[in-house]
C-alpha cells in the first residue's frame, strides 16, 4: 500500500500509475482537486487526498484521513516539490515568506511525512511487509544551480538527511533516494534543458527500484555523482551555463 505525495501529475502520477498496474494498493496526495480528480480517472482505484504537504495541519489531516479509511502505508513516496527561481540582489520581506514556504514544501513536509507516517510503516514490518520511505531528490541538490538555489539547497539537506535517516533505521525500513534527470513535467516547464518524457523516467525508476541501491539516478543524471567527484568544480560550472530558465 502505496502513499505518494504530489501524486495528481507529472512524475507522481506515472509512478501512481504503474504501481497499481501491479496490483498495489496506491493512495496520492496534491494541492489541486482538479488534478486529483483527473488522476483518479486515469487511474481507476486510487485513493485521493487533497492535502498540501507544506501545511503542517494538512499532513495531520492526510493521516487521519488515510487512517479513517482503513488503509496501512507500507511505502512511503516523497514526491511534491516546488522550484522558483530567486535573485537575492532583489529579495524583499515578501521573497523571504515564499523562501520559508519553499523550504517546508521541499525539505521540512518529507521530514514531518516520515515522521507521521512511521510508526504505520514499522506496525507494516511487524504484518510480514517490507516498509520503504523514498525520497525524489534533484541533480540539483549535489550538483546546485544558481538561479534556483534555495530549491537545490532544500534538496542537498534531503540528501544528507536521507544518508543519516537509513542508517537509524537500518534493518527496519529502507530509505532510498531518487535523482531523476531533467523530465517534462509542470515545473520544468520553465527551464531550459535536454529532458525526457515522465513515460521513460517512469520506466526506468520501476525498473531500478526493484534493484537494491539505496541511491537512484535515472538516465543521464546517472553522471552527474562520478563528475561531482572527479571534477566538482568544473561540473559546477558546465551545469549553471547550461541550464536556462526562461
Known amino acids: 500500500t502505496i502513499l505518494i505525495t504530489g501524486g495528481g501529475t507529472g512524475i507522481g502520477l506515472a509512478l501512481a500509475g504503474a504501481f497499481a498496474e501491479r496490483g498495489n494498493t496506491v493512495a496520492i496526495c496534491g494541492r489541486r482537486q482538479d488534478k486529483l480528480d483527473e488522476a483518479c480517472r486515469q ?35 516523497n514526491n511534491a516539490a516546488c522550484m522558483r527561481p530567486y535573485d537575492f540582489r532583489a529579495l524583499t520581506a515578501a521573497d523571504l515568506g515564499q523562501v520559508r514556504r519553499d523550504i517546508e514544501t521541499n525539505f521540512i513536509a518529507p521530514i514531518e511525512m516520515i515522521q507521521l507516517f512511521l510508526p504505520m510503516l514499522l506496525r507494516s514490518r511487524g504484518e510480514g511487509e517490507a516498509p520503504t520511505i523514498v525520497n525524489v531528490n534533484s541533480p540539483g541538490g549535489v550538483v546546485p544551480v544558481a538561479r534556483v538555489l534555495i530549491y537545490c539547497a532544500s534538496k542537498a539537506g534531503l540528501v544528507g538527511f536521507d544518508r543519516s535517516l537509513r542508517r537509524q533505521l537500518a534493518g527496519a525500513v529502507r530509505v532510498i533516494t531518487l535523482f531523476p534527470p531533467s523530465v517534462e513535467t509542470e515545473m520544468m516547464e520553465g527551464v531550459e534543458l535536454p529532458k525526457i518524457s515522465v513515460e521513460k523516467c517512469c520506466r526506468e525508476m520501476m525498473k531500478r527500484l526493484a534493484g537494491d541501491d539505496d541511491e537512484i539516478w535515472i538516465g543521464q543524471a546517472r553522471i552527474i555523482p562520478i563528475l561531482a567527484r572527479l571534477m566538482p568544480r568544473r561540473i559546477l560550472e558546465i551545469v549553471n551555463q547550461s541550464t536556462k530558465m526562461k
Open 43 to 77: 487511474v481507476p482505484g486510487l485513493h485521493a487526498y487533497r492535502c498540501d504537504v507544506s501545511d503542517a495541519g494538512d499532513r495531520q489531516r492526510l493521516l487521519e484521513a488515510i487512517s479513517r479509511d482503513g488503509l496501512s502505508i507500507n511505502v512511503l513516496f
